[in-house]
């Protein structure tokens, strides 16, 4: 806890008290499923983007209450509009789960938008969680010595800094290629820190302590290996999107994350879904079709850099072969 709270503070400018602001988590993503239990009373809705991840919903059903989903649209930069909320909803609601970058389609969100969040969340009495696994994952225009994340992917208690509604998820899977060791924290909101304690304790007793010496190490010792590890996906991402534009599929470069959100090819003629079952039948090429992540992913297809450049380029080869036939 006292590596975490020194860690965040250093990073992002916030005092934590590693007593009782500060709690380990068995990933980020555990904490999104057990949160609803800690915040959410039957019948309860959380406020959920629409594409996101699938397991912000889970979380919900576990608890047993209801789901609205904020659609993130292109037009709005992949950021929900609040006031589209419908006020029925905002009367029986008690979280607003939001992440940024945002897994699927990387999109950033500036700090004047967690602003916004944070007193619109105050206004209506919610619960703001941010899920921040890819904080460290986000590649400025221009290579910059000495970057700091937080300028492009700033924190949620940055907008928040007295901890009044929010509460953060952060994960080590990515920054610091920790996945398989399951391995986070949640920082924020004292009460909401308690809560969730208070479910953990009846459901687990937190990870191995070799997992978490390994986890201080990583957060105190030199950070080298996070730009290696952006260094790293920023070449992926280069040689994957230069590479589908080149064979005629127009694709954005990404900001941030693991993964190119790309728009279906104008060619394409049925639903995602049958995209990537035909894909990856034909070709051996995988990729998630963005129905998945919510209704409002329909039209799209998410790839994860997983792979080598030279792979990558690969893959584009037979991508580009599967849209000629």
């Not at 007593?19 to 239990?37: F, N």
């Not at 904020?70 to 008690?94: G, K, S, Y």
């Not at 969680?129 to 300028?151: M, T």
């Not at 995602?272 to 209704?295: R, Y």
């Amino acid at each position: 806890r006292q590596a975490a709270a020194t860690w965040y503070t250093k990073k992002y400018g916030i005092p934590v008290d590693p007593e009782t602001e500060v709690l380990p988590l068995i990933g980020s993503q555990e904490g999104t499923a057990h949160l609803p239990l800690a915040i959410l009373n039957p019948g309860d809705f959380a406020l959920l983007q629409d594409p996101g991840y699938p397991s912000h919903a889970g979380g919900v059903y576990f608890a047993n209450g209801q789901i609205y989903r904020m659609p993130l649209l292109a037009e709005n930069h992949f950021l929900p509009v609040f006031e589209d909320i419908p006020t029925p909803v905002l009367t029986q609601a008690r979280m607003m789960v939001l992440s940024y970058p945002h897994n699927p389609t990387s999109a950033l969100a500036p700090l004047s938008f967690f602003e916004e969040a944070v007193a619109f969340c105050r206004q209506h009495d919610l619960v703001l969680v941010h899920d921040f696994p890819y904080a460290d994952l986000v590649f400025p225009e221009q290579k910059e010595k000495n970057f700091n994340p937080s300028s492009l992917a700033p924190s949620i208690l940055q907008a928040d800094p007295d901890k009044e509604v929010s509460i953060e998820l952060f994960s080590l899977s990515k920054s610091y290629n920790m996945g398989g060791f399951r391995i986070g924290y949640a920082v924020g909101n004292s009460q909401l820190i308690a809560a969730l304690r208070q479910v953990k304790a009846m459901i687990d007793f937190n990870q191995y302590r070799g997992i978490l010496n390994g986890a201080i190490a990583a957060l105190q010792g030199s950070q080298d290996i996070v730009e290696s590890t952006v260094a790293t996906f920023r070449k992926r991402r280069d040689v994957f999107v230069q590479a589908l534009n080149r064979i005629g599929w127009k694709v954005s470069m990404p900001p941030a994350t693991m993964y190119v959100w790309a728009k279906l090819p104008e060619t394409w003629e049925h639903n995602c879904v049958e995209f990537c079952s035909q894909l990856v039948a034909q070709t051996g090429v995988a990729a998630s079709p963005g129905a998945g992540f919510g209704k409002a992913g329909e039209g799209y297809v998410r790839f994860a850099l997983v792979w080598e450049p030279e792979i990558l380029e690969t893959a584009v080869e037979r991508i580009a072969w599967f849209l000629r036939c």
